[in-house]
């Protein structure tokens, strides 16, 4: 599918418990802490967190839907922006009202700055009326938005389908400054997460997953991209709660086809996930991981079950502590959201993932907690210098590639 060109947003409904009061300043509360303290109440999961994101959020409003021990602990539910767009008033009013009764924080992914609005200094304040008109479908029937996860917003300023793009990070960054002042204005409690599809850019010097182009890059290296974006925020004092990235258990183990690597399979691309998360560690950053299987989403509800369950094996076992792991789907498979009880249906594999990561749910120790390791440990990364790549920290030196084109979403308002 081609997911990462989506041009519309996603809604992430988290169920941690809502946020404490805004303070009078208007500023967001603290996020972890708001979000530990509603987990504590409401007996819901401490990190890991587990999210969700299906296609028909609706399905869960079903009489018949059984979801209850999904309900009970998770802590976020992910809804497409063309959702909002669509859904009829009654539709999102009944959603509204039971993330509200569950205590369901709601998190929006959207594009952000947009490759579609008018390409020059005003893109950021169009960008954010696109997307705050249907958002706001979503607060006039009841509802709340706590979270935008911005699903590359530099990319889509660079690289706009059809036209020419920005030709500077630094401009696409500026005018993402626009929009997040202009979103915050109209909703101050609104937080952000800066999203990626990670396999789709290099990283450090190193090459993206099909290392295309001049440098082997695709889209270019997201080293620049992230610290330009959060050297803007910085300045405007618009802070990131977060990043996210977006990379199939397919392209993380190298056994997706590449168009210019023979054997991506040597390369350690997990390793390069770490490393991300911890620069975003580093950063103050909360850091989500989107897991799924693109193999498994295009063959069967048991495939994708079971790919699913093995991403987040290898990312656990690799040290890997993500605040939120994000179960989503945007290809056919599933057919399924409910109900849990079903096989492989998509809340019977966010049960699973609970379990695999909280084991104490089930009373006795998963695969993952048993094999991970005793807390956070800083992933190998080689930097490149003048002689080649060199180990950083003393470790024995692995390249770590990526990627830029390979996959994309349908539809679902993107």
């Known amino acids: 599918m081609t997911k990462w060109l989506l041009a519309g947003v996603i809604l992430w409904v988290a169920t941690g418990g809502a946020l404490a009061a805004e303070k009078a300043s208007g500023k967001p509360s603290d996020p972890p802490a708001a979000r530990a303290a509603a987990a504590e109440s409401a007996g819901r999961l401490k990190e890991p967190e587990v999210w969700m994101c299906y296609r028909d959020p609706f399905e869960l409003l079903a009489k018949d839907a059984r979801w209850e021990f999904v309900k009970k602990h998770i802590s976020g539910i992910k809804i497409y922006i063309g959702t909002l767009q669509k859904a009829p008033p009654d539709k999102l009013a009944a959603l509204a009202k039971m993330l509200k009764e569950n205590r369901i924080q709601v998190a929006v992914e959207c594009g952000g700055t947009l490759g579609f609005a008018p390409l020059d200094e005003t893109n950021g304040e169009r960008s954010a009326e696109i997307e705050l008109g249907k958002i706001n479908r979503f607060y006039r029937a009841g509802g709340k938005v706590d979270y935008l996860d911005l699903d590359g917003p530099v990319r889509r300023l660079l690289y706009p389908k059809g036209k020419k793009g920005f030709t500077s990070v630094e401009k696409c960054a500026a005018e993402l400054m626009d929009y997040m002042r202009a979103v915050r204005k109209a909703h101050p409690e609104i937080r952000f997460f800066l999203l990626t599809n990670f396999p789709n850019w290099g990283y450090r010097g190193d090459v993206s997953y099909h ?204």
């Open 211 to 414: 290392a295309r182009g001049p440098k082997r890059q695709d889209y270019g290296d997201y080293d620049e991209v992230v610290n330009t974006v959060l050297k803007h925020a910085a300045e405007a004092k618009l802070k990131f709660a977060g990043v996210t990235v977006d990379n199939p258990y397919e392209y993380a183990v190298g056994e997706h086809f590449s168009v210019k690597l023979k054997d991506p399979t040597r390369v350690n691309w997990i390793k390069r996930i770490r490393a991300y998360e911890d620069f975003a560690r580093a950063r103050g950053l909360e850091f989500n991981l989107i897991v799924n299987s693109e193999q498994g989403g295009k063959t069967s509800d048991q495939a994708f079950h079971d790919r699913t369950l093995k991403m987040v094996d290898a990312y656990v076992q690799a040290g890997g502590q993500p605040t939120r792991y994000v179960v989503q789907s945007w290809y056919p498979f599933p057919k399924r959201l409910v109900p849990e009880t079903a096989p492989h249906s998509m809340t019977a594999l966010v049960k699973a993932v609970m379990l695999r990561l909280h084991p104490g749910l089930a009373g006795k120790p998963g695969p993952a907690a048993a094999q991970a390791g005793p807390g956070r440990q800083p992933s190998p990364w080689c930097i490149p210098s003048s002689g080649g790549l060199k180990p950083a920290r003393g470790v024995v030196c692995e390249s770590v590639f990526a990627d830029t084109r390979q996959f994309g979403r349908n539809g679902y308002g993107w």
